[in-house]
């Protein structure tokens, strides 16, 4: 990875670890759906915006696929799950849970891509998981609401979508520049959410606090971060991007703790520390120690 690819990481991890921040304040005045359904027509609107003052075309007729299939799980479904868990979730433990992405990626590349996975990768997938374990107890235990474990599982299974996408979208998605990709996903992604959205009526009066917060989910978070992702994807690859994911929750829990006053427990801590560690085993970021042979 060069300097400019490391720049635009660090980058895109500040901007991502501000979305549950930004989450955090706008699905109280918002809903679950409508949250997620006026983010992505506000990204896809400013995306189609910039794309016509380009001059760049999304070519419908030969990409719709894969816009379809990357709208739904790289928005669609994870944006439905995580603003659902934002309900009850603190914005650090949320950016904690989406740095499992690259686990999943492993185990995606291995079933589909037939990638063979060593020792290494098994500690390190076991360690995350034990972190995700970690962080679900001291949740389920702090809450007081026999379906607490609904936003967390919510929360668990939302980068699961985000590995697949950014895997598919590695070996089905050249050719087609990130911008358009960005473009045609969001699109597809409001289509989607919409027939959700439409039963519940539009939302109520939201503050302006609650606008903002939406506005900064849905352009800077969303239109102009996933344009710096997919060129990640192209630059460095799927599981190279999505080690993004190791730096986010360094500014969710940052954002998290500054600005909404969350607390940072020690099982906090404990379980974000396993899953970081063994995210990095798992993709090679970390190598076991090598015993030196007796000469």
């Known amino acids: ?17 501000a979305s549950f ?13 409508w949250t997620v359904e006026v983010r992505v027509i506000l990204a896809a609107a400013s995306l189609t915006l910039f794309a016509w003052w380009s001059g760049e075309a999304l070519q419908w007729r030969r990409h719709w696929r894969q816009y379809l ?14 603003a659902y868990a934002a309900q009850s979730l603190g914005a650090g433990l949320l950016s904690i849970l989406n740095s ?14 037939r990638q063979p996975i060593r020792a290494v990768t098994v500690a390190g997938l076991l360690l995350g998981l034990g972190g995700v374990a970690v962080l679900a107890w ?4 702090s809450s007081a609401s026999p379906d607490a474990w609904l936003p967390m599982l919510a929360a668990a299974l939302a980068p699961s979508a985000y590995a697949f996408a950014s895997v598919y979208s590695r070996h089905h998605g050249q050719g087609i520049t990130p911008l358009a990709t960005t473009q ?28 903002g917060a939406l506005l900064g989910l849905a352009v800077l978070c969303t239109a102009w971060a996933y344009q710096l992702y997919f060129r990640l994807v192209h630059e460095v ?9 190791f730096l986010i929750p360094v500014f969710g829990v940052l954002w998290g703790v500054l600005l909404l006053g969350e607390k940072l427990g020690g099982h906090l801590l404990l379980g974000g520390s396993l899953v970081l560690l063994g995210t990095a085993l798992a993709n090679g970021l970390l190598k076991w120690p090598r015993l030196a042979r007796p000469a």
């Open 237 to 245: 690859g799927p599981l190279g991007a999505l080690s993004v994911t």
């Open 69 to 82: 299939i990357i709208g739904l799980c790289n928005s669609a479904l994870p944006f439905l799950l995580f």
């Open 138 to 141: 001291d949740g389920l235990q």
């Open 184 to 211: 045609g996903s969001m699109i597809c992604a409001a289509l989607l959410v919409l027939p959700l959205a439409a039963p519940q009526g539009l939302p109520a009066a939201a503050t302006p606090t609650a606008w």
């Open 21 to 33: 921040l930004f989450l955090r304040l706008t699905v109280p005045a918002f809903g679950t759906v």
């Open 1 to 17: 990875m060069n300097a400019a690819s490391l720049a635009r990481l660090l980058l895109l991890a500040a901007i991502w670890g």
């Open 100 to 113: 499992t992405s690259p686990l999943f990626a492993v185990i995606i590349g291995a079933l589909w891509l």
